[in-house]
């Protein structure tokens, strides 16, 4: 057995999105004197900012909040443990007056919504699992009232004022939900990480200095085994490290050619709505409308969501069928706009089921003013890959992946758990084996199809400009 890594021992953390900040920060508060976390985008001066140049899951205007899991109460229990951390880390920013002390997480609730009739077993289940407090079934003749009991307005029930309007409602309301302001909760992180601890943690952030271009390797003459023994970054510089940890969300099958077997980027789709109608502002304002998701595990008939508008846009996603980008070295390559062959473009699959919501439920909406494909890791079943990586010797290699979409609202919690696994000893052994590379997954999700899967980018019509009209006239 290897033995464990020592705090003054250099550790390399590659990405410094979610994963790798929350792995940044743990392990600097276990005592790690040794801490380098590198990024090829320079997010101290462009500040997670996706209008910026910053194309990483994490660099967004908003996420959403939720600890509703149906039966997967281990996920349920590490959102209400992130919360805990948002909640202090909203006093901490208001006290310390951060970037004007708004706070990063809103509790303005969390809807899933469904056309179904009758609950489905995820939410069913949800309601079986959380607190009556945390959860309230939308159809029940009280759910108002107990949503105001708690401080939520009626559009946490209603948003769409579908019982107004005599059209269907039924779903669960998780009043521990809402958004994460997603790019500010970045930079708080790696402020606190900076702030708090100066002599232990470089940062190497930007173009060349920051994008690696291989690990390094060495051969165990016993075993013939390859070692892992830092990175190589794109000016040509070399970092040695006792442990490297990669947190590359869609990128990791770049870096880590063996995660393909597990991992595969896929791209959801995303439309952006500029706002400037001072009542629809108000309507649909963060203060006071939730976030949102409709017949989201119908797969790809359903899986819409959404959030209120922040910044002048309101941003709607599908999700039902996420796309991949197959090339001839990766099971999926990332492509987004500002890729070195850069898509701004969506398919026109899921742009039009985007459509057909908003002109059923959004009225205020005329047209759709920018579209963008928003990349995952997905693993084979949407379980985490936390774990060293076998194929290299000595524990020289820790990967983290297989977000599949829920990695941001455990912000405040998954650090730990990373920093629990990377130090073994301290490793919860449900969390450990659940995340682990070498357990067998159930197949949920269908991945390295290659160009074969129906998803494959190179086989969808892509939607251009002309298909952002929704209505032709409205007053936004």
């Known amino acids: 057995m290897p033995k464990q890594i020592s705090k003054t021992e250099p550790i390399i953390i590659v990405g410094a999105g979610v994963s790798g900040l929350s792995t940044a920060y743990a392990l600097l508060k276990r005592g790690f004197e040794n801490v380098h976390i590198f990024d090829k985008r320079d997010y101290i001066t462009q500040g997670y900012n996706y209008f910026k140049g910053c194309d ?59 056309s179904h009739h009758e609950l489905p077993l995820f939410e069913t289940l949800t309601l079986q699992n959380m607190a009556p407090s945390q959860a309230i079934r939308v159809s029940d003749s009280d759910a108002i009232e107990k949503a105001g009991r708690i401080g939520l307005p009626l559009s946490a029930v209603d948003p769409f004022e579908m019982k107004r309007r005599g059209k269907h409602l039924e779903g669960v309301l998780d009043t521990t939900g809402g958004m994460i302001i997603s790019d500010k909760c970045c930079r708080w992180v790696l402020h606190l990480c900076r702030s708090e601890f100066p002599d232990n943690l470089t940062t190497h952030l930007g173009a060349d200095i920051g994008e690696i271009d291989h690990l390094l390797l060495e051969y165990v003459k016993d075993t013939g085994k390859k070692k892992c023994v830092g990175i190589k970054t794109k000016d040509k510089a070399l970092h040695f490290a006792r442990l490297v940890v990669t947190a590359c969300g869609p990128w990791t099958g770049e870096v880590v050619p063996e995660a393909q077997e597990k991992l595969e980027a896929t791209g959801g789709t995303v439309v952006l709505i500029k706002v400037t109608n001072p009542k629809t502002l108000e309507k649909y304002s963060e203060k006071n409308f939730p976030t949102w998701t409709y017949d989201v595990r119908d797969k790809g008939i359903g899986g819409l969501y959404g959030f209120p508008i922040r910044n002048g846009y309101m941003k709607i996603g599908y999700r039902g069928l996420k796309w991949t980008n197959p090339t001839k070295t990766l099971n999926s390559q990332v492509k987004t706009a500002y890729s070195d062959c850069p898509e701004t473009n969506v398919p026109i699959f899921g742009l039009k089921l985007i459509k057909q919501f908003i002109a059923e439920h959004i009225p205020e909406v005329r047209k759709i003013d920018k579209t963008r494909l928003c990349w995952y890791s997905d693993s084979e079943d949407n379980d985490f890959l936390i774990s060293y990586s076998p194929q290299y010797a000595d524990n020289s290699l820790f990967t983290i992946g297989g977000d599949s979409g829920h990695a941001f609202m455990m912000f405040g919690s998954i650090g730990e758990v990373i920093a629990d696994i990377i130090m073994e000893s301290d490793a919860d052994p449900f969390l450990k084996d659940l995340f682990s590379w070498t357990r067998k997954r159930e197949p949920i999700n269908a991945i390295n199809k290659g160009i074969e899967d129906p998803r494959a980018l190179c086989n969808q019509l892509m939607a251009t400009e002309n298909d952002w009209v929704v209505r032709e006239s409205s007053k936004l």
């Not at 805990?84 to 002390?101: A, P, R, S, T, Y």
């Open 56 to 114: 990483s899951p994490s660099s967004d205007m908003n996420k959403i909040f939720r600890a509703a899991y149906g039966e997967q109460t281990h996920y349920q229990k590490m959102s209400l443990d992130s919360r805990k951390v948002f909640l202090n880390w909203n006093q901490m920013i208001k006290d310390c007056n951060f970037e004007g002390g708004d706070p990063v997480y809103l509790n303005s609730g969390n809807i899933h919504l469904t």
